[in-house]
């Protein structure tokens, strides 16, 4: 009661918020009137004053009021389009990097450009995020003929761009872009050779739009580029086959987590079929030597018994193309990783693809963090401040509408049966049609909005479809979706970002109709008859009511029902919204009360009839709050486990771009050639230990395998009074000078080069494997739990203990290789080691998916293959990273050094080294 009494006197901390924001915007509404004095070459002189203005000392803040007012004249000039006083009001808010919250309609892309232009006088670049490629490629386009006009440059990232045509767009003042694309361009500018390769310049500030799907829910899914692995394709095959021979009783499956297992009885079942159809190993079904296949079950397991064709995915082309949950789109080019495409691939009969192994990956939350200055915008962002909080340090501020909501949101009309409730929706469908009313029916999959369109289509109701199927024409059908009488279905938030204007969208309709004319009169007569029909059309929506929104089930977060209801009532129109639902819904099945059934058929509800109360509402929210705070939990989760990984990836990628900022890494290659001597000798001479202890012939051996030496380590050791250090610097000694005479042979700029070449390529190498075991690491690190042992601090401390195994195993690796690889004398170019390119694929991953457990061999051939790989300009002519043997060659196991019996054959097979070329006969 009193923080009632408190906040009708003293307002909100948001209406606080908002209030302080006035005092500028009456600064630059008073500037309007010498702004529109000004020529157009005056106004656009204003970038350069103001850039002058900064070099002299003066910040942003100063800016502002003039710099918004330069840029609100430029639109009115530009788009004709005069930003309204609420529209300052965001853009402020996006300035000080925090989060506007603006109701559909309200005008979020000209708000962005307000505060995009005032940082982007300090020509550090600014990047506004989109959700898809249109919408990306549309506001670069519309907006940008307000930079332009104003001297500044746009650019565009979508997908299909070379990377010269990607390095253009960072370069210019402004750059638009999905967060896919600028996520992956941030880990391929990381696997770059050369830092003139790189795309992307240092990050400045960010305006997300649509934060909450960027930065939410999308967020569940970090993005990552992975390499083919080994080809299991047939493994694939075999095992998709036994599945539909199991029965019910053979598995479990928990829909709220999304995981399904098998039972005591099912491991029976499939341990027997996979007998059958020689898929195993001696030993049973979790003998190590079948892991693999207990892995390729699962992964079939679930590819059938939870992911459904035409909601999780398409299949088009002989491809299954991974639908995004949120946005209901085609995800081209994403794949699940760990082999659950592939079982999906199998599954569904389309070719198998080859599976991966992760090259680099990254986190959205760790990715937009490193922006100095992050902004977001969105219609629904209040109802996650607390998470936007806690993970991104932004605030959410609510800003008030420009004319009041008018819109009707009608309470939840449930059914009993699924059946019922589709009837019910289809005669409102056709009710509203009838009276000329527009209706938008949200839906949660593809398969349900096809169903929903052929029960109208039976009806004869005419209608649009907009899905993942037909996104190309995405932008007009949603634009279209306010003419009278119009029906469109859409998947979740399909078309999201298009405004629906009642009567129709003007601009679509004339670039559509009237610009393709010829004639100039002919084209001016069909755009004043455009216009005539869409006012016309307009009047007749506004008197049936406005755009009807129908929901045909709840989402599991409410901020997706808010994000539908909000297309209806845009600017102050009429509009109203009502949602359907039945308890055989996915979301009343698995989260609401079981005993609801029961309870409504006690209270009489008759069939075909729908029960509305408030309570009813408020057992949903809790429902979907439910599910909220479990993805939340995921988020959150995966974002601890990412950190540790995220300090270790800022390290490995800080090396390399100082590594491919020098010229000269000789110094580089020196400490830890130095390092791995100290350590060798270390290990063989404990410190302050007798000589007896002393491993010398282990130490003969490490300097022969390491540095192709071959000292008299045997007398050093018996000479009466040396120590550890005397050794240790007559190793250093004769390394320092045999490295000094391969110098001399090559020359110096020759052996710079293949330093540097080489030492990035065996670091990338070593990372690669080190992200492998970090992903086994992962997957199994849960289990620790049942020792009553936190997994993240488990987690922690031996990624961390693995990650300086990783760094010492890189000094070693660069070391062995230099001191072995015979450079060819020709061209300097020619003599750099050139890093072979492969095939590398982007991948939204499933975070429940299990991960790979690396060969304990790989780290060796992995240096071997790196020595291997300099024979494109460096060959390995008279030495490798094995002692005084050949370049590792594939073909010839003479050049394989040892391997491990667990570690994949070097030749390629794909099988295990004990079941190829390792083979006890």
């Not at 005056?42 to 003066?58: S, W």
């Not at 002919?522 to 406005?546: F, H, M, P, S, Y």
């Not at 990650?803 to 001191?819: I, K, N, Y």
Request: glycine share 8%; with cysteine; net charge negative.
């Amino acid at each position: 009661m009193f923080g009632g009494i408190v906040h009708k006197f003293f307002g909100s901390a948001n209406d606080r918020v908002v209030k302080s924001l006035q005092k500028d915007v009456a600064r630059i509404n008073a500037l309007e009137p010498s702004m529109e004095a000004m020529s157009d070459e005056a106004l656009k002189d204003q970038t350069r004053l103001f850039r002058e203005r900064l070099d002299k000392g003066e910040t942003l803040d100063d800016l502002l009021p003039e710099a918004f007012a330069t840029a609100r004249e430029a639109s009115k000039r530009a788009l004709g389009l005069r930003p309204f006083d609420v529209q300052l009001v965001g853009a402020m808010v996006l300035h000080q990097g925090k989060i506007s919250e603006m109701k559909t309609g309200e005008g979020k892309t000209l708000v962005a450009v307000l505060a995009v232009y005032l940082n982007a006088l300090t020509e550090k670049g600014v990047h506004v995020i989109t959700v898809n490629d249109y919408l990306a490629s549309r506001d670069s386009d519309w907006m940008g003929r307000i930079y332009g006009f104003l001297g500044l440059s746009t650019g565009c990232i979508v997908h299909g761009l070379s990377d010269e045509e990607r390095r253009a767009a960072y370069a210019a003042d402004v750059t638009y872009g999905t967060n896919n694309e600028f996520g992956f361009d941030y880990l391929r500018d990381n696997m770059k050779f050369r830092l003139e390769e790189m795309v992307q310049r240092s990050f400045n500030f960010a305006i997300v739009d649509e934060v909450d799907s960027i930065l939410i829910d999308e967020a569940r899914t970090p993005l990552i580029i992975s390499g083919p692995a080994q080809d299991t394709s047939n493994l694939y095959v075999a095992i998709d086959k036994l599945i539909p021979s199991l029965g019910e009783g053979d598995y479990e499956i928990d829909e709220k987590s999304r995981t399904v297992n098998l039972t005591e009885e099912g491991q029976e079942n499939v341990e027997r079929l996979a007998e059958e159809a020689g898929l195993l190993s001696p030993g049973g079904l979790y003998d190590i030597g079948n892991v693999n296949v207990v892995h390729h079950v699962n992964q079939a397991l679930r590819a059938h018994r939870l992911f459904q064709r035409d909601k999780d995915y398409v299949v088009k082309d002989d491809k299954v193309i991974i639908v995004d949950e949120f946005t209901g789109r085609m995800m081209e080019g994403r794949r699940f990783s760990e082999g659950l495409h592939q079982a999906l691939e199998a599954k569904e009969g389309a070719q198998i693809q080859r599976e991966n192994q992760t090259l680099a990956s990254v986190t959205f939350q760790n990715f937009f963090r490193m922006y100095p200055k992050l902004a977001g915008m969105t219609g629904t962002a209040m109802t996650e401040a607390s998470e936007f909080g806690e993970i991104y340090g932004l605030e959410v501020v609510e800003i008030p509408t420009n004319v009041p909501v008018r819109r009707n949101d009608e309470d939840d009309e449930v059914y009993r049966t699924l059946d019922e409730k589709n009837k019910a929706i289809i005669e409102t469908i056709a009710d509203a049609h009838q009276r000329g009313q527009p209706v938008l029916v949200g839906t949660v999959s593809i398969e349900k909005s096809e169903q929903l369109a052929a029960a109208l289509q039976k009806h004869e109701v005419p209608h649009n479809v907009l899905n993942a199927r037909f996104h190309e024409q995405e932008a007009y059908i949603i634009a279209q979706a306010g003419r009278p009488g119009t029906v469109t279905i859409a998947t979740n938030m399909a078309g999201r970002g298009t405004d629906i204007q009642l009567g129709g969208n003007l601009d679509m309709r004339i670039a559509q109709e009237a610009a393709t004319l010829i004639d100039e009169t002919a084209r001016n007569a069909k755009t004043e008859e455009i216009k005539a029909e869409i006012a016309e059309a307009r009047q007749q929506v506004l008197d049936a009511g406005g755009l009807f929104v129908v929901g045909t089930e709840r989402h599991e977060s409410r901020r997706i029902d808010n994000q539908l209801r909000g297309r209806a009532g845009r600017q102050g129109d009429p509009g109203r919204s009502r949602f359907f639902l039945s308890l055989e819904d996915d979301l009343m099945r698995i989260f609401a009360s079981d005993k609801l059934d029961g309870m409504l058929r006690r209270l009489g509800l008759q069939e075909g009839e729908a029960i509305v109360h408030p309570w009813i509402n408020k057992a949903l929210e809790k429902a979907q709050s439910k599910v909220e705070a479990r993805n939340f939990d995921i988020r959150k989760n995966l974002l601890k486990f990412d950190n540790v990984m995220n300090d270790q990836r800022r390290v490995v990628y800080d090396q390399r771009r100082e590594i491919m900022q020098e010229t000269d890494a000789k110094a580089t290659v020196d400490a830890m050639r130095h390092e791995v001597i100290q350590d060798m000798v270390r290990k063989a001479i404990p410190p302050n230990t007798y000589a007896e202890r002393w491993n010398i012939e282990q130490l003969g051996e490490d300097i022969r395998r390491v540095l192709a030496l071959d000292l008299p380590v045997t007398e050093w050791a018996a000479e009466e009074g040396i120590a550890e250090e005397e050794i240790e610097d007559r190793v250093r000694e004769a390394s320092d000078k045999k490295m000094a005479d391969k110098e001399e042979a090559y020359g110096a700029e020759i052996m710079r080069m293949a330093e540097k070449s080489l030492l990035l390529q065996i670091l990338d190498q070593t990372w690669k494997d080190h992200l492998l075991q970090l992903d086994y690491l992962r997957q199994g690190i849960s289990l620790r739990a049942y020792a009553q042992r936190d997994p993240l601090r488990e987690y922690q401390t031996e990624a961390f203990e693995m990650f300086h195994a990783m760094l010492a195993q890189l000094r070693e690796s660069v070391t062995r290789v230099l001191s072995h690889v015979e450079l060819r004398v020709g061209k300097p170019d020619d003599a750099i080691p050139q890093r072979p390119r492969q095939p590398m694929q982007e991948t939204r991953t499933d975070p429940a998916m299990a991960g790979g457990i690396p060969g304990p061999g790989e780290a060796d051939q992995a240096a071997a293959r790196a020595a291997g790989a300099a024979g494109a300009g460096a060959a390995a002519a008279g030495g490798s990273a094995s002692g005084g043997q050949a370049a590792f060659d594939a073909e010839d196991p003479a050049t394989w050094g040892k391997v491990a019996r667990n570690a994949p054959c070097p030749c390629g097979s794909g099988k295990k080294y004990k079941h190829c070329h390792g083979a006890v006969d």
